[in-house]
């Protein structure tokens, strides 16, 4: 069965169902699932992303199996 085909024939099953809760639970599941999210940022949410990218590009970063060997040197110290 193609992709088109499932869709058509799942948008048609769905069609017929009424019962509120399961329906939901579809949505939930769909909702998971997909690719066309969008986030909403705010101004301030953006201008952090947009200083981490320009922190990244210097260099002002650190990898995390450094941090997890630095974490783990700290544990073993306590």
Do not use: P
């Not at 949410?45 to 922190?55: A, G, P, T, V």
């Amino acid at each position: 069965m193609t992709t088109t085909a499932l869709k058509k024939l799942l948008i048609n099953r769905i069609a017929e169902i009424n019962d509120v809760s399961f329906l939901n639970a579809i949505k939930t599941i769909l909702d998971t699932k997909t690719q066309t999210q969008v986030l909403a940022l705010t101004s301030e949410q953006r201008l952090e992303i947009m200083e981490s990218q320009k922190e990244i590009e210097s260099g002002l970063f650190v990898e995390q199996a450094e941090l997890d060997k630095e974490f783990n040197k700290w544990l073993s110290e306590k």
